[in-house]
């Protein structure tokens, strides 16, 4: 069922899951598809986590904050987990285009098209192309060699700065990868999105999160919205359950947290909670970097041609990370949104602008340097879409930022971080459970678990721990009844 905002829950659940991105959500859905009682609190006023959207101008316009492209396998993992109808709804991006100093390409981005690419206009040998693109598909977690991305690029193609902008940039957006961050994470991401292209839900995200909610009460998992869980309950090492803000007790036998790491360690829990190892473990995770975004609504009536969905455009001269981040927003990604995003709405169109950026550049600005800021990305985002395609700044009726600082307040991941944490962070989420009985993690982390696709399998993977937990923890019990 879904709560009032007035009613409370009474436990004893089998599990809380706190928080309702797409691994919280999937997560719940599983457990709640074996037969276990689950309650899914949220503290924002709809389930999503980043997978959201908002409405402007009397619902004129509808934005997605996420819904830029993510792998194919993100088809199996809906019809597998939630239903037919969401899976059906997953339809390939049209075109992706690259427009920056370097080069003017556009591609369906699957392996097929790069190589050519990489072969006809990069003139890389197709041998070193196809040896790269083994590599990646050899790659796995226990041959990790501890490579880098920058390695990597260099292994294969020297010092070509314009063959690593090509195959990196779209993956920095997709969960903030840098040079310096493991190719493991890049290699299985991009080999991800290699074997098909990249996928979008069409309908929006706010029809698939209205179908996963109603999906998931039709199973029998209970939700809360506009519930902040302040502290998980633990008792000697064992998992209780969750106070909320208002001082509200839940008991469950298990809590699996969908917030950030970081605030789940540290916040939730608390340091005296953790043994020392796994405590100075965890403060060493460093967060992903932050977002930036600017969205822009186009008049009734008024159309936009098909340049493609998905553009990346720069204007920095070379590709490196530090101008990817930087808040001159040299390097902006434009998801152009056709009527046929939403079919059943006609005549929709909206270009959302993302840049990835570091928190540190927006946290201590005065009120009015923070507007001056938001001010300057919105004049980018408009001047730069105006040159891709000519005359639409003029269309434009509509225009509002987000930052990190927004990314913060409205999911509460420290720092605004977009994508969770760096690697580190996965060893640390997934043994969670193996620190404190009936406690488990299941959300961005280590590059990897993010974006769309990662955090739903993440999901799928953490509930069968939660779900043995339980089992065990009934064999405990039968066995002491027997006793
Ligand atoms: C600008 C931007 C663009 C992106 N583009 C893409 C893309 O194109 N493709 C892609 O695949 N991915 C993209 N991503 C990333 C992707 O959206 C996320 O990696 C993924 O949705 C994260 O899911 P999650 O399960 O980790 O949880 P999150 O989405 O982080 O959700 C966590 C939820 O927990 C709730 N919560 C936290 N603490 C508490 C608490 N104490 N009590 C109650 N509730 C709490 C929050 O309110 C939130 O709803 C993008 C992200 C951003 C920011």
Not at 125 to 148: C, H, I, K, Q, W
Not at 308 to 315: A, N, W
């Amino acid at each position: 069922m879904l709560f009032k905002k007035k009613e409370t829950p009474k436990g004893p659940y089998d599990v809380i899951v706190i928080g309702s991105g797409l691994a919280g959500l999937t997560l719940a859905k599983k457990l709640g598809m074996n037969g276990r009682k689950v309650l899914l609190l949220e503290s924002h006023n709809k389930l999503g986590g980043f997978a959201t959207w908002f409405r402007r101008k009397q619902g004129e316009h509808i934005f997605d904050v996420s819904l830029h492209g993510f792998p194919i396998g993100m088809k199996k993992t809906c019809r597998k987990y939630w239903t037919k109808e969401i899976a059906d709804q997953i339809k390939q991006v049209n075109k992706v285009r690259f427009i920056n100093p370097q080069y003017n390409l556009e591609t369906d981005f699957t392996k097929e098209d790069y190589t050519r690419i990489l072969v006809e206009h990069f003139k890389v040998p197709r041998d070193t192309v196809e040896s790269f693109f083994s590599y990646l598909a050899n790659m796995n977690f226990y041959d990790d060699d501890g490579m880098t991305n920058g390695e990597l690029f260099k292994k294969f193609f020297g010092d070509r700065n314009d063959v690593t902008r090509f195959l990196l940039e779209p993956i920095v957006y997709a969960n903030g990868s840098t040079l310096e961050d493991p190719a493991i994470s890049y290699g299985i991401v991009f080999s991800n999105f290699m074997s098909k292209g990249v996928y979008i839900y069409r309908g929006g995200t706010d029809q698939m999160i209205t179908q996963m909610r109603d999906n998931l009460i039709e199973t029998g998992v209970d939700i809360k919205l506009h519930t902040f869980v302040e502290e998980i309950l633990i008792e000697g090492n064992q998992t209780r359950g969750v106070k909320l803000s208002d001082g509200t007790v839940i008991e469950a036998h298990a809590v699996a947290s969908n917030s950030n790491l970081h605030n789940t360690i540290f916040k939730m829990v608390g340091e005296d909670k953790w043994n020392k190892e796994y405590i100075e473990k965890a403060r060493q995770v460093r967060l992903n970097t932050s977002s930036c975004q600017v969205f822009m609504g186009i008049a009734p009536g008024e159309t936009l041609p098909d340049v493609g969905e998905l553009l990346f455009y720069s204007e920095d001269e070379t590709f490196s990370t530090d101008a990817l981040l930087s808040p001159k927003v040299g390097s902006q990604t434009f998801s152009v949104y056709h009527p046929n995003t939403r079919p059943h709405l006609s005549d929709r169109y909206a270009v959302v602008s993302s840049s990835n950026a570091r928190y540190e550049d927006w946290a201590n600005l005065t009120d009015a340097e923070y507007k001056e800021r938001k001010e300057y990305n919105i004049e980018r985002a408009l001047s730069c879409l105006d040159k891709v395609i000519p005359g639409t700044r003029k269309k434009v009726n509509y225009v509002d930022a987000s930052t990190p600082l927004t990314v913060e307040k409205y999911t509460h991941h420290k720092k605004g971080a977009s994508f969770g944490t760096k690697f580190e962070g996965l060893p640390i989420s997934m043994n969670m459970h193996k620190e404190i009985d009936g406690l488990f993690h299941a959300g961005s982390v280590g590059i990897i678990m993010s974006g769309w696709l990662g955090a739903a399998n993440y999901g799928v993977i953490q509930s069968h721990e939660v779900d043995n937990y339980l089992d065990r923890l009934e064999g405990h019990k039968e066995i002491s009844t027997q006793i």
